[in-house]
Structures are given as C-alpha cells and as structure tokens.
C-alpha cells in the first residue's frame, strides 16, 4: 500500500474511535435539562440584553425558576411577566421601578457622523443594526428593543436612544390583551 492510503485508512480509524468515545460520552454524561426553566425561557424575548441584571435570558429563567422576581425583564414588557405568572402559577407583578420604562426607546444612529466601526452590530443583541465595515449603519427600528447596549461602545458617540412616539407607523394591537374565546369543533367523520 501507498503512504497516502494508509495515512487515510489510519485517519479513518482515528476518526471512528474518537466519534464513539464522544458518542459514549454524550449518552454517559448527558445532563438534563430543568423544564421549567426552558419553558421559562422560550416566554422570554431572547433579547440577551441583561436590563433584568442577568447576562442574558437563560440566567434571568434559571433564577426565575429558582424563585427570584418575574418582574425584571423591560423588552417583553407587561405581557411577558403575566405569561410567566401564569406559568410559574403566581400573582402577576407590575414591572419593577428600576426596569419599567414609561416610553418605548430605540436606537437612532446619527449616520453623518457614523464612521463605520461595526462595534455597536457587534453589542446588539437582536442584530437590530445593519451596515458595513467603514460604511454608515442604521437601526431596524421595527426589530431594536432599546436595551441601550449600543450606546456604550460607540466611539464617536452618534447613538441616542430616542422616545418612540404612537402614530399610525409605531402603533400595533396588544393582542395579548384581547380575551379569546376558543370554541370547540364537532370533529364528525
């Protein structure tokens, strides 16, 4: 046999022993999951913004579940805290005062003095910014939460974060508001 045949047959032995002591590991070490705290989890924004006090949104629903406040999370607002009332099987809370935001805030880049350095694409955490390296960006401002992370490492310090006022544009349903009735269907085969 040829050196390159036997260097591939002995990779492929390689790669097949460590795949089944990974795969061995995987099933021998597997942790699970609390599902509380995944379902905690999936009602958050996943906005990974840290205004509750957490590094992001998987920290915020382990001490939810651990018991601490529903009460911290400003992005999903009002409608979030009640979904993980319900969940949680507690009394809702209003927003607590060092989270609630009387007005809604975006991002507004001021694009003239905007040099292009990408440091505030890479601090949003909804990818909220668009632009390129050396070009001007702007802000999605249908998609920015106003978690007011973009605002710090800018180096020329052309981000305000701006009241949204309601106009036809801004405003939307609170459907989460809206009693439902589900009815029941005759299934009849």
């Given at each position: 046999?040829?050196?390159?045949?036997?260097?591939?047959?002995?990779?492929?032995?390689?790669?097949?022993?460590?795949?089944?002591?990974?795969?061995?590991?995987?099933?021998?070490?597997?942790?699970?999951?609390?599902?509380?705290?995944?379902?905690?989890?999936?009602?958050?924004?996943?906005?990974?913004?840290?205004?509750?006090?957490?590094?992001?949104?998987?920290?915020?629903?382990?001490?939810?579940?651990?018991?601490?406040?529903?009460?911290?999370?400003?992005?999903?607002?009002?409608a979030t805290m009640e979904k993980?009332?319900?969940?949680?099987?507690?009394?809702?809370?209003?927003?607590?005062?060092?989270?609630?935001?009387?007005v809604k805030k975006v991002a507004?880049?001021?694009?003239?003095?905007?040099?292009?350095?990408?440091?505030?694409?890479?601090?949003?955490?909804?990818?909220?910014?668009v632009g390129a390296g050396k070009?001007?960006?702007?802000?999605?401002?249908?998609?920015?939460?106003?978690?007011?992370?973009?605002?710090?490492?800018?180096?020329?310090?052309?981000?305000?974060?701006?009241?949204?006022?309601?106009?036809?544009?801004?405003?939307?349903?609170?459907?989460?508001?809206?009693?439902?009735?589900?009815?029941?269907?005759?299934?009849?085969?």
């Open positions: 046999m040829s050196a390159v045949m036997i260097a591939v047959v002995l990779l492929g032995l390689l790669a097949l022993v460590f795949g089944a002591i990974l795969g061995f590991a995987a099933v021998k070490f597997r942790v699970e999951g609390d599902p509380l705290v995944d379902q905690v989890e999936s009602l958050l924004p996943q906005t990974q913004c840290g205004q509750c006090g957490y590094p992001g949104c998987r920290p915020y629903a382990e001490a939810i579940a651990g018991g601490d406040q529903i009460n911290k999370c400003p992005p999903g607002g009002t993980i009332a319900e969940l949680m099987g507690v009394e809702p809370q209003p927003l607590s005062a060092t989270t609630e935001q009387q507004y880049i001021r694009e003239d003095e905007c040099i292009g350095c990408t440091k505030c694409i890479q601090a949003c955490p909804v990818d909220a910014i070009l001007m960006h702007t802000v999605i401002t249908q998609d920015c939460t106003g978690c007011d992370l973009c605002v710090e490492p800018c180096p020329v310090d052309c981000i305000d974060m701006l009241p949204v006022t309601q106009d036809i544009k801004t405003w939307n349903w609170k459907l989460s508001a809206i009693p439902v009735m589900q009815l029941e269907e005759d299934k009849q085969c």
